[in-house]
């Protein structure tokens, strides 16, 4: 506690929060819409799932540290390595997720909207969408977990702000309070995002669409 203290009165804490958040809410806001694009072509696309199906399967076996050697070759020492290796950690949970939630929308729900006129986007927006939007919801409540473990794995490998560089600064020092202090801070930042954000999104929508049990 006195090590947390330390660091919050010298402003380390709370800059090294921010910088993590800053990281965290491009990574994952791109991984978001490129992981529900991808989930949906997955499961309407017939040549995207043959294609790029197995590839996805594949790819989400490799830890999401394993890109770091590969996006630092590519972008070198900067931010689009750590915003590569977030994007990748995340993408292929909320595809898959999605593709899921699409696949699993009854056939007769599509069948009737088409017989009442719904086509294209009208079929898309109003039937497809909202109909998958709770395992969509879901998906993206992994993703963000996903999302927040290759932030703090770039950051420890690669010296650059955020918590991941407090965590390091405090082993080169020996400072044992101080590493055990910020991962309890990663702990109660990663139980206040999913109570506050996502458990209550999740609820809510579950309510909205009528899935919760009485």
């Given at each position: 506690?006195?090590?947390?203290?330390?660091?919050?009165?010298?402003?380390?804490?709370?800059?090294?929060?921010?910088?993590?958040?800053?990281?965290?809410?491009?990574?994952?806001s791109l991984s978001l819409a490129l992981g529900v694009a991808l989930g949906?072509?997955?499961?309407?696309?017939?040549?995207?799932?043959?294609?790029?199906?197995?590839?996805?399967?594949?790819?989400?076996?490799?830890?999401?540290?394993?890109?770091?050697?590969?996006?630092?070759?590519?972008?070198?020492?900067?931010e689009a390595a750590i915003q590569m290796v977030i994007v990748l950690g995340?993408?292929?949970?909320?595809?898959?997720?999605?593709?899921?939630?699409?696949?699993?929308?009854?056939?007769?729900?599509?069948?009737?909207?088409?017989?009442?006129?719904?086509?294209?986007?009208?079929?898309?927006?109003?039937?497809?969408?909202?109909?998958?939007?709770?395992?969509?919801?879901?998906?993206?409540?992994?993703?963000?977990?996903?999302?927040?473990?290759?932030?703090?794995?770039?950051?420890?490998?690669?010296?650059?702000?955020?918590?991941?560089?407090?965590?390091?600064?405090?082993?080169?020092?020996?400072?044992?309070?101080?590493?055990?202090?910020?991962?309890?801070?990663?702990?109660?930042?990663?139980?206040?995002?999913?109570?506050?954000?996502?458990?209550?999104?999740?609820?809510?929508?579950?309510?909205?669409?009528?899935?919760?049990?009485?």
């Amino acid at each position: 506690m006195r090590a947390l203290a330390g660091a919050l009165r010298s402003g380390l804490l709370l800059r090294a929060v921010g910088k993590s958040f800053a990281r965290l809410a491009v990574g994952y806001s791109l991984s978001l819409a490129l992981g529900v694009a991808l989930g949906v072509g997955l499961a309407r696309a017939r040549w995207v799932k043959d294609t790029l199906g197995p590839v996805v399967l594949g790819l989400q076996a490799i830890p999401s540290v394993c890109w770091l050697p590969l996006a630092l070759l590519w972008f070198g020492l900067g931010e689009a390595a750590i915003q590569m290796v977030i994007v990748l950690g995340s993408l292929l949970s909320i595809a898959l997720a999605t593709e899921s939630a699409v696949n699993t929308i009854p056939p007769l729900m599509v069948r009737a909207a088409r017989t009442m006129g719904a086509r294209g986007a009208t079929l898309w927006l109003r039937v497809i969408l909202p109909a998958a939007f709770p395992g969509i919801v879901s998906g993206a409540r992994l993703g963000w977990t996903f999302a927040w473990r290759s932030l703090l794995a770039g950051e420890l490998l690669f010296l650059s702000g955020g918590l991941g560089q407090v965590l390091e600064m405090g082993r080169e020092l020996h400072d044992m309070a101080l590493v055990i202090g910020v991962m309890v801070v990663i702990v109660a930042l990663g139980l206040a995002s999913e109570r506050l954000l996502f458990a209550r999104l999740e609820a809510r929508v579950r309510q909205q669409w009528g899935l919760d049990r009485a």
